[in-house]
């Protein structure tokens, strides 16, 4: 009743869709995976997200504000979601609520479900440190020349074999040279199995962080190391973020390197340019259940970007993945994809970021055997898609 009572002008509304139709020549959109390949042209689905946020108190430098939001997912199949074959997942994304100034300085204290400090490359909707959950912490800390933030998260893995919880350290802000920074974090998932559960089989798993962010001609490039330990070990391969929910069961040992440089950087007055380069690579690690000897992946996305005017621009992407894996005892087998995409898109502006953006694109994707069968039963090697997309932020 109390938050109703505040001017509606009051409330912080902020909100996340992409939404669109298309079609391929072997039916229904085909796709690869957008972390390896690239986004753009490469997505069949309706995602929204709603965020409403309030601050409801603010006195003698003390701050309380509520934050709430609401995420859909939605195949597109139907116009109602959940009947006749459509299928929708809705989540209550975050709820929390931060305290500021509680301790006499700048720090945040937090509680609740919360997207807590994501880092992601947006070309590729790849989120490489990403522990967001049910949690609390106390972040932007002043110590010495950058902040500090620490927090306990819980996410669950996905296999289920046991509770699990994530013990987040940051240290961000740490000034090299002018327009350039470092954050350093550590992440330790921790097992929390019953006494009923096989503790043998779970284990649990490390992830170490470097990111340099530094200006370049005008725009910015990020460089990023991870080291994973024992049950995180595969997320160098898998894309993971180091969250709880990637812990793998019977991982005991392992280890894997992630290196990342992406980045956005105008090229003249006309151009700009996005760009993401990705290599992984794991050793005595498990995967999804499977012991691997070795593993390794690269993938590189490019995104250039004409500007005709304010609101019109020509867009290209094209990306590429190669995949070696060495299960135990086993033979090296490889996996590789291209992707390349041409959209003519209109936007609220003619900057890279801006938003909304209605596209029209066509896309030719390749991958031996990944596209849906053809008349004849056989899959195909690859595939064209066509359609329209919209994107929003706000």
């Known amino acids: 009743m109390a938050l109703a009572s505040v001017s509606a002008s009051a409330v912080d509304f902020h909100g996340y869709m992409r939404s669109g139709v298309g079609m391929s020549d072997n039916g229904g959109m085909q796709l690869l995976n957008k972390k390896v390949v690239g986004r ?22 003390k ?29 209550l994304a975050q709820f929390n609520v931060q305290g500021k100034g509680l301790f006499g300085g700048n720090e945040t204290f937090w509680a609740g479900k919360r997207y807590y400090q994501r880092h992601d490359i947006h070309i590729t909707d790849f989120y490489y440190w990403d522990v967001s959950g049910a ?31 994530t013990f987040d350290v940051r240290y ?37 962080t470097a990111e340099l962010n530094a200006s370049l001609m005008g725009g910015f490039n990020k460089t990023v190391v991870q080291y994973f330990i024992d049950g995180l070990a595969a997320d160098a391969v898998g894309y993971g973020s180091g969250t709880g929910s990637d812990l793998q069961p019977s991982a005991d040992k392992g280890d894997g390197l992630r290196l990342i440089n992406w980045g956005v950087l105008p090229l003249g007055d006309k151009v700009e340019l996005g760009h993401a380069i990705v290599y992984g690579t794991c050793s005595d690690c ?48 490889s996996t590789d994809g291209t992707k390349f995409t041409l959209a003519q898109a209109w936007s609220a502006g003619s900057g890279f970021w801006a938003r909304p953006e209605l596209r029209v694109f066509v896309s030719y994707l390749s991958q031996d055997g990944a596209f849906a069968a053809d008349k004849s039963g056989t899959a195909q090697d690859d595939a064209w898609n066509f359609g329209v997309q919209a994107e929003a932020w706000w």
């Not at 509520?66 to 997942?89: H, K, L, Y």
């Open 40 to 61: 753009l042209g490469n997505e069949d689905d309706t995602y929204g997200e709603i965020q409403l946020g309030q601050e409801v108190y603010n006195k003698a430098g």
């Open 63 to 91: 701050s309380f504000y509520v934050d709430s939001m609401v995420a859909m997912s939605s195949n597109q199949v139907r116009g109602w979601e959940n009947t006749g074959g459509s299928t929708a997942d809705f989540a």
């Open 135 to 165: 949690g609390a912490g106390v972040e932007n800390i002043s110590a010495g020349p950058g902040q500090l933030s620490v927090a306990w998260l819980r996410n669950d893995p996905w296999m289920g074999q046991s509770d699990a919880n």
């Open 172 to 208: 961000a802000g740490i000034p090299l040279w002018e327009g350039a920074a470092l954050e350093l974090g550590y992440d330790f998932v921790k097992a929390n199995p019953t006494d009923a559960q096989d503790t043998d089989a779970i284990n649990d798993g490390h992830m170490i």
């Open 286 to 333: 498990v995967s999804w259940g499977t012991q691997l000897d070795d593993s390794d992946t690269f993938s590189i996305v490019a995104r250039p970007m004409y500007k005709w005017n304010d609101v019109m621009k020509t867009i290209f992407e094209g990306g590429y993945y190669k995949t070696n894996v060495t299960p135990a005892g086993g033979s090296e087998t």
